[in-house]
């Protein structure tokens, strides 16, 4: 498996201002996917970015409000951009490693606090 | 589309009995993955396992145990002996394909008393 990290590891931050969130990996990976974990839900995938090429987002995740980088194999950042309240998650980076292609490691994630 | 049903939101059990969580998955494709996760309190997403639709052999690993029956499409999970750090949330996931977008099941929140 990869080891994963994501800064910030918390934040609180007010309305209308942007926060980005870091994730590293150990190894070098094709395939990493941002997903959004709300207050007592289940996890609901942002977008996929792949190295190399546009990030692909899903329904109701678009890149003015998500803007994504994937500037190499270990490293990603996702941007939660004019944040309101309902903003407020858990953030959590996953990767496929190459060796192990279906299975998804995840990061220990980002609890966001909106005010 | 691809689908996973935990109809199970909270279970609570007195430390060790056995407990098993459901899962049941609707996929279109004849080749797909599933999986289990757990998410304890700290909030981070631990890998389980993983079963291929083309293996329907039964795991077992310690107390965790895994029960996949494609006639129902479902992937049960069993802990024996539950113990108070069994407590967490479980998430069954389906992906039909190779590092393809998993589907989230809602999740079954697991509460282990002393």
């Known amino acids: 498996s990869a080891v994963i990290s994501q800064k910030p590891s918390r934040d609180i931050c007010q309305r209308g201002t942007s926060l980005t969130i870091q994730c590293q990996v150990d190894s070098q990976v094709t395939m990493m996917f941002w997903y959004r974990q709300q207050p007592g839900q289940s996890l609901t995938l942002i977008a996929t970015?792949?190295?190399?090429?546009?990030?692909?987002?899903e329904s109701g995740f678009v890149i003015d409000k998500f803007p994504i980088s994937r500037p190499n194999l270990t490293f990603s950042t996702l941007t939660v951009s004019n944040m309101s309240p309902e903003d407020s998650s858990i953030y959590l980076c996953?990767?496929?490693?190459?060796?192990?292609?279906?299975?998804?490691?995840f990061g220990p994630g980002t609890r966001l606090t909106v005010t | 589309a691809q689908k996973v049903t935990q109809a199970q939101t909270e279970i609570s059990v007195v430390e060790k009995e056995d407990v098993t969580l459901d899962c049941v998955y609707e996929t279109r494709d004849t080749t797909y993955y599933l999986f289990w996760y757990k998410q304890p309190p700290s909030g981070e997403l631990v890998f389980l396992i993983r079963r291929n639709s083309f293996d329907e052999q039964n795991e077992i690993s310690g107390r965790y145990s895994w029960n996949f029956q494609k006639s129902t499409s479902s992937f049960n999970f069993t802990i024996t002996a539950s113990q108070v750090v069994d407590s967490a949330v479980y998430f069954c996931?389906?992906?039909?394909?190779?590092?393809?977008?998993?589907?989230f099941g809602p999740g079954t929140r697991l509460s282990v008393l002393p």
């Open positions: 996953s990767v496929v490693p190459g060796d192990r292609g279906y299975e998804q490691y």
């Open positions: 996931a389906l992906s039909e394909g190779y590092g393809q977008n998993f589907v």
């Open positions: 970015a792949n190295q190399g090429s546009e990030a692909t987002y």
